[in-house]
């Protein structure tokens, strides 16, 4: 349950910047869902790749401490 290793907090993150950047508003649900899904699609394969590939050392901190609190 640790968000240091769920990956994907990273990308909803990455997606909420770019989506409401400079204070961005919606005026409506079709608005915001354009919004979203060309955010999603200028996201890079690498910044997702690269997220993955930070895992193992998190993973091994997590497991050491038995599962308690960490720095990552």
Do not use: F
């Not at 990308?11 to 608005?31: D, M």
């Amino acid at each position: 349950m640790s968000p240091d290793l769920n990956p994907v907090e990273n990308v909803w993150g990455h997606l909420t910047r770019q989506v409401y950047g400079e204070c961005k508003q919606y005026s409506t649900v079709n608005e915001l869902g354009e919004a979203i899904e060309d955010a999603w699609e200028k996201m890079e394969d690498c910044y997702v790749r690269d997220l993955y590939s930070s895992m193992p050392k998190p993973i091994i901190e997590v497991t050491l401490a038995q599962g308690k609190k960490c720095r990552v």
